[in-house]
């Protein structure tokens, strides 16, 4: 394929960034790279009321956080500057001038309480509702008369009057019929450029070729392929037109579009929560896409390397939490032991638990204790529930509170004093010797059942009922460590 494809990921800086939208990022920036095209960044932040410079900072975090690297755009420059469409208004001012002065565009002097009556009316006839081209061939005498009573017009572009085909690159050939492509509008009344006009004018002056995005937005394709033709035709733009490809519907819970409001969309919701940037790119690249041969586990540059439309599903796709947090859970531990914790120290360390630069005291406890969690884990954030009676301090060591009314008390006592007993003068301090010495003296010994024999101790030595192996642990921690817990667990 062409090494002139050009693709791009245009987000508004409102709110915070969705899984839609870095589902779209990905598919733009593997296609680039299998393509070895170019991925452009572009911000559409004319919306002032709702754009922020926080949500911006959060879309460029993002895609850092998430290794989508881009060719173009902020902090990288690029030949089609500015890449933010706030600094690019001029630009959007000069071509629709050149539109309204070409015939392409004319100004609509409707009001909205008119508009809003010609679509009830549309309804109640049963007519496709649209603006009906009330103000297409107004005379100067009914312009200015308009003018004379205040009216501030907005900017509407002609649409030809013909049916609109193109051969979708997910989707194949759509057809819209004129009738339901009415004349819309590119300048609000107040001046202010609308993305009908923005967008398609910065594809066109940008030279993208392909266009990538969510199947929300098919209907506008029509509006935008004639717009190209008209920006070719006044000279903003060298005459191509991008080849389009409308990646499917991302669902949520009852088939229902994923929305903004679902806790699940939210991006940073993972970051917060430890998941791994690899695994989030690895489920999404799975909503609407498949690698082929049953091979669901890829890191993106794998993804890459296999990229294809043709691959592209246009079926909708289901957003499954429990499927993308198992996932997270494989990717932790395909990670190397130095990898794993060198992710869990920034955690661990807001924690309270480790210094920063952890001291080697706490290395080692790290590599000894790691290990013992990263088959359990499906999250980051649970390295501290199961790590925090390794590496808090002794005097700091609290048993948890529904756990020890749990399998505490009184009648767990006898185990206790038995497991001590059995810990007192064991030599060597050795996983495989702390796990006979116990067995023989609380299965064999007192004649219980695993569980309430190993119960109590595991509840008193990590302080959880759910822990990293009890044995293990107990090496790790040391002798007079797990004989202290013992004692202060029976003293309770």
Wanted: aromatic letters at 8%; hydrophobic letters at 40%.
């Amino acid at each position: 394929m062409s090494e002139n494809i050009r693709v791009r990921f245009c987000p508004s800086p409102t709110g915070n960034p969705h899984v839609g939208m870095i589902r779209t990022a990905l598919f733009n920036w593997a296609f680039a790279r299998h393509t070895g095209g170019t991925f452009v960044f572009r911000i559409e932040d004319t919306d002032s009321a709702r754009d922020s410079q926080e949500s911006y900072d959060a879309l460029l975090a993002s895609l850092r956080w998430l290794g989508l690297d881009w060719d173009e755009g902020p902090e990288v420059g690029g030949d089609y500057g500015p890449y933010r469409q706030s600094e690019r208004m001029d630009i959007y001012a000069d071509v629709a001038n050149k539109l309204h002065e070409s015939g392409h565009a004319y100004y609509c002097y409707c009001s909205p309480e008119e508009l809003e009556n010609a679509r009830e009316a549309a309804k109640a006839e049963s007519r496709t509702p649209g603006y009906a081209g009330t103000c297409r061939d107004l005379s100067e005498e009914e312009i200015a008369a308009f003018v004379a009573q205040g009216r501030e017009p907005v900017l509407r572009f002609r649409m030809p009057d013909r049916d609109f085909t193109w051969d979708d690159l997910v989707r194949g050939d759509i057809t819209f019929a004129a009738e339901h492509v009415p004349d819309y509008v590119l300048v609000r009344a107040n001046g202010e450029p609308l993305y009908t006009l923005v967008n398609p004018v910065d594809d066109a002056m940008m030279r993208i070729t392909h266009v990538l995005r969510g199947e929300d937005l098919l209907s506008s394709t029509p509006r935008q392929l004639a717009l190209y033709e008209a920006l070719a035709a006044i000279g903003v733009s060298d005459g191509t037109t991008p080849r389009f490809g409308h990646l499917p519907y991302v669902m949520g819970e009852g088939n229902k579009k994923l929305s903004k409001r679902d806790p699940e969309s939210s991006l940073h919701m993972y970051r917060e929560n430890g998941y791994l940037p690899e695994a989030l790119l690895n489920y999404l690249a799975l909503l609407g896409w498949s690698m082929g041969n049953d091979v669901e586990f890829f890191d993106k540059e794998a993804m890459a390397a296999a990229f294809t439309l043709e691959r592209v599903n246009p079926n909708p796709a289901r957003f499954d939490l429990k499927k993308c947090t198992a996932l997270n859970g494989d990717w932790i531990r395909a990670l190397s032991l130095e990898s794993l914790i060198a992710r869990l120290t920034p955690l661990l360390h807001e924690a309270g638990l480790v210094d920063e630069v952890p001291t080697a005291a706490q290395m080692a406890l790290l590599e000894a204790g790691v290990p013992l969690i990263q088959e359990r884990m499906e999250t980051l954030n649970q390295a501290e529930a199961m790590l925090s009676f390794l590496l808090v301090d002794p005097q700091n060591f609290v048993v948890d509170a529904d756990d020890s009314a749990a399998v505490l008390g009184p009648a767990a006592d006898g185990v206790l004093a038995a497991a001590s007993a059995a810990l007192q003068n064991l030599e060597p301090w050795t996983t495989e010797s702390i796990q006979e010495a116990l067995r023989a003296a609380l299965i064999e010994g007192l004649g219980i059942k695993p569980k309430l024999a190993f119960g109590p101790v595991r509840v008193a030595v990590t302080g959880r009922r759910v822990s990293p192996p009890l044995f293990e642990s107990m090496e790790i921690l040391g002798r007079d460590e797990s004989l202290s817990r013992l004692q202060t667990a029976r003293s309770t």
